[in-house]
C-alpha cells in the first residue's frame, strides 16, 4: 500500500538538500569558473558561474550580461609571471617556451541558457578566439541560482622542455547591471570588474593600484593597469569590488606523460607554476561588447 510521507518530513527532506546544494555551491563567492583546474591536454566543457549582481553589497542590481576574456599571446603580449617557491617575478620569456596553444584558450558555447539570443565570440585580427560575451536579460539572482555561461577551454599543453609544473591563466570579466553608461566610467551599482592584476615583482609599470590607496584591499596608491580595474566610482578614485581577484584557469602538468627535464629547481624540484595576464592593451580592446566577434559593428557596452 502507498504511504503519503507526512508534510514536516517532506519539509525536512527538501531543506537538507538545499543545504547540501548550497555547500556544493559555495565555493562560487563572485564570478569564478566551475573547473578552474584542468589537466593539460584536456579539451574540458566548463562554465563561467556568476554569483551574485551589483553593487557588493546586501542590495543588488539584477545582472544584465557579463565579457570574457583570456589571455592572447598572438595578437597581444601578455604579461607572465613565474614563481619557483618565493612569489611571482616577471619573466621576459616567450609564452611558447611554456605552453601552446598561444591564443583560443576558451571558447563560448551556444546556445547559452541565460542569454540564448543575445552573445557572440571574440576574436582578434586572425580569427583566434579570445573569449565571448553573452547578455540581455535581466537575472535577479538575490534568492536565484547562480547563471552559468558554458564554455570549451582549449587543450592546454605544457612546453616539455619548460620546468613549469602549472600554467594559470588569469580571465578579464565584467558583469554588468546596466548598460546605460560607458563600462569604463560605470560604478559597482552598473558593473563589476573581476580584474587580472599583475602587480608583482619586475613587471613594467607596477605596482597598479588606485589614486587613494585601500588597505583593506591591499591595494597600492599608484596608477591603474587597464581601463578596467574594479574602480568603484566614476572619478576613478576608490577600488571596487573584484580588484586583482580574477577568475582563473589553471592547468596543471600531465608528470606521466610529459614528465619534468632534469635539473629542475623551482618549487624544491617539483617545478615553477607559471601565471598569464593579459596585456592592458588586449583588456582595453576586448572586454568592451561588440555585436560582431572582431570588436566591430554596434557597440553595445564599453
Given at each position: 500500500?502507498k504511504?503519503?510521507v ?6 525536512i ?5 538545499a ?24 579539451r ?18 539584477p ?16 604579461i ?32 547559452v ?8 565570440l571574440?576574436?582578434?585580427s586572425?580569427?583566434?578566439?579570445d ?9 535577479d ?21 619548460s620546468?613549469?609544473r ?31 592584476i ?28 587597464s ?35 632534469s ?25 568592451p561588447?561588440?555585436s ?10 564599453q
Open positions: 500500500m504511504k503519503n507526512p508534510f514536516k518530513k517532506v519539509a527532506y527538501l531543506l537538507a538538500a543545504a547540501v546544494f548550497a555547500c556544493s555551491q559555495g565555493v562560487f563567492a563572485h564570478t569564478r569558473l566551475e573547473s578552474p583546474t584542468v589537466l593539460e591536454g584536456t574540458v566543457h566548463n562554465y563561467v558561474v556568476i554569483s551574485h549582481g551589483c553593487p557588493p553589497a546586501t542590495a543588488r542590481n545582472t544584465m550580461g557579463t565579457s570574457v576574456v583570456f589571455p592572447n599571446a598572438v595578437g597581444f603580449s601578455p607572465i609571471g613565474v614563481d619557483s617557491g618565493g612569489g611571482k617575478v616577471y619573466t621576459t620569456n616567450s609564452a611558447a617556451s611554456y605552453y601552446s596553444p598561444l591564443a583560443g584558450i576558451g571558447a563560448l558555447i551556444r546556445p541558457a541565460a542569454w540564448t539570443d543575445y552573445n557572440q571574440k576574436v582578434d586572425a580569427g583566434n578566439k573569449g565571448f560575451w553573452a547578455g540581455g536579460k535581466a537575472y539572482q538575490t534568492i536565484s541560482s547562480y547563471i552559468d555561461i558554458p564554455f570549451y577551454s582549449a587543450a592546454v599543453t605544457i612546453a616539455p622542455k620546468c613549469a602549472s600554467v594559470t591563466f588569469e580571465l578579464a570579466i565584467a558583469d554588468f547591471c546596466s548598460i546605460a553608461q560607458p563600462g569604463s566610467k560605470a560604478a559597482d551599482a552598473q558593473v563589476l570588474y573581476w580584474s587580472p599583475p602587480n608583482f615583482t619586475g613587471v613594467p609599470g607596477q605596482p597598479f593600484g588606485a589614486p587613494v590607496a585601500d588597505a583593506t584591499r591591499s591595494i597600492p596608491a599608484a596608477h591603474a593597469f581601463n578596467y580595474d574594479g574602480y568603484a566610482d566614476a572619478a576613478h578614485t576608490i577600488a571596487g569590488d573584484g580588484w586583482g581577484s580574477p577568475a582563473t584557469l589553471k592547468v596543471t602538468r600531465n608528470l606521466t606523460t610529459n614528465p619534468l627535464p635539473g629542475c629547481t623551482g618549487n624544491a624540484g617539483l617545478g615553477d607554476d607559471v601565471y598569464v595576464y593579459p596585456s592592458a592593451d588586449q583588456i582595453n580592446h576586448e572586454l561588447v561588440w560582431n566577434p572582431d570588436q566591430t559593428g554596434t557597440n553595445v557596452w
